[in-house]
């Protein structure tokens, strides 16, 4: 089940308005036919015209990737549209999307949305872009950012996962993980396009260890008020025992394309530890910096920060379920989250 959920109150003191929209916890946007399949992922974009769409990682398709939508705030969901892969085979998995709020290269006019998946068939991982001109009902294969190796996470293997796209000054930032690199069994790399959706600029590296093993993976990226980014990731390295372990990491940077020279930094509270599969983002409630705010994989809670990525984080219990890669998304005075369960 992939369930959602719009939360307030989350940021308590600061949260003095209460927002428009009602708030609910664990609305079903989609439930597998098959009860043992387990949907993930979880990604949505709302449009100008208050709809929002949905998305998420299904291994039970065949060649396509569904999008839901709701026209009530999340209340609740219907199929909406699809993006179908032109080959056989291919799944389209580890999804993101981006409405694109301005024209972008000469094709593309503003209200494209833009989906960016890794498209994975037995011998190759593919992150390409799909972009739709009816806002999320149909969607055409424009381009192939990179490829990357058969799926399979052993190190030594080289596949490429997990796309997170960014708009910046008239420039598309894909970003995600890659295991290409013989000197590290995964990093975290980055491609930009300026003129288009199809002509994508070789990678540069965000994350990489001195230490072959260590798998930085799963990156998203936000916007901070002091025109700087966060990039939040899972930094796997081994532990005493010899097996992966997932604390989450962040970096700042003055510029979305530079992470590559910034420090790591462990996230954590005094108390918790969040574990696995970050997402970041940022709203302006919560006082002068505004808060960021990290979901994880493995706890309920949200872990926020009110001092631009320095200082403490605060561990924040919601309501809402745990589950792999949940998405956060600032609505005004909500926020909302969605994950499986
Ligand atoms: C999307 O494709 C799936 C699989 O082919 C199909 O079951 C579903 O009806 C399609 N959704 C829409 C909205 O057309
Ligand atoms: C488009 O969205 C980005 C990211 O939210 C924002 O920084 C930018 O100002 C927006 N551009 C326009 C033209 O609204
Ligand atoms: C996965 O990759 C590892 C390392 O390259 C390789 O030894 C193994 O055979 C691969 N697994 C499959 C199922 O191909
Ligand atoms: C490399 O990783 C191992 C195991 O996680 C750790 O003990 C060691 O300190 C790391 N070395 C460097 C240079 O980071
Ligand atoms: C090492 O990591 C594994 C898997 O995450 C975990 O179960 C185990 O408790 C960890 N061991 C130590 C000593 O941290
Ligand atoms: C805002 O962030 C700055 C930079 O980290 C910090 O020095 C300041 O204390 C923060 N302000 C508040 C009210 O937390
Ligand atoms: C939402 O679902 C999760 C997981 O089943 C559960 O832990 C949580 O209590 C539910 N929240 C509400 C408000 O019912």
């Given at each position: 089940m992939f369930a959602f959920a719009l939360l307030s109150g989350l940021l308590a003191s600061a949260a003095a308005k209460s927002g428009p929209i009602d708030t609910f916890a664990n609305v079903t946007v989609y439930q597998p036919e098959d009860e043992d399949n387990r949907v993930t992922y979880a990604r949505t974009e709302t449009l100008p015209d208050g709809n929002v769409i949905a998305t998420w990682n299904d291994y039970n398709q065949i060649n396509n990737i569904q999008?839901?939508?709701?026209?009530d705030n999340g209340f609740s969901w219907y199929p909406f549209g699809n993006a179908t892969s032109d080959q056989e085979g291919r799944k389209l998995l580890q999804p993101h999307l981006l409405y694109l709020n301005?024209?972008?290269?000469?094709?593309?006019?503003?209200?494209?949305?833009?989906?960016?998946?890794?498209?994975?068939?037995?011998?190759?991982?593919?992150?390409?872009?799909?972009?739709?001109g009816d806002l999320g009902e149909t969607f055409e294969h424009v381009s192939t950012v990179a490829t990357g190796g058969a799926p399979n996470q052993t190190n030594g293997?080289?596949?490429?996962?997990?796309?997170?796209?960014?708009?910046r000054d008239n420039k598309l930032i894909c970003y995600y993980s890659d295991q290409r690199d013989g000197q590290h069994a995964q990093k975290l790399s980055h491609q930009t396009t300026r003129d288009g959706l199809d002509n994508w600029g070789s990678a540069v590296d965000d994350v990489v260890d001195r230490n072959y093993t260590a798998r930085p993976g799963m990156p998203t990226v936000a916007k901070l008020p002091n025109n700087k980014w966060i990039l939040a990731y899972e930094y796997a390295t081994l532990n005493e025992t010899g097996q992966?372990?997932?604390?989450?990491?962040?970096?700042?940077?003055?510029?979305?394309?530079n992470?590559?020279?910034?420090?790591?930094?462990?996230?954590?509270?005094?108390?918790?530890?969040?574990y696995g599969g970050p997402y970041v983002t940022w709203t302006p409630i919560g006082g002068v910096n505004g808060t960021i705010i990290v979901s994880d994989s493995s706890t309920n809670s949200v872990y926020i920060n009110q001092e631009l990525g320095e200082g403490i984080w605060k561990e924040v219990r919601t309501t809402a379920a745990r589950a792999y890669s949940r998405e956060l998304k600032i609505r005004k005075y909500s926020l909302?989250?969605?994950g499986e369960g």
């Open positions: 999008i839901y939508r709701s026209q301005q024209s972008f290269g000469e094709e593309w006019e503003m209200g494209t949305v833009v989906l960016a998946v890794n498209a994975m068939d037995r011998t190759s991982t593919n992150i390409e872009i799909y972009a739709s293997a080289m596949p490429i996962w997990e796309p997170f796209l960014m708009l992966y372990h997932y604390p989450i990491y962040y970096r700042i940077s003055n510029d979305p394309e992470f590559g020279t910034e420090r790591s930094r462990r996230l954590v509270d005094t108390v918790a530890q969040p909302e989250m969605r």
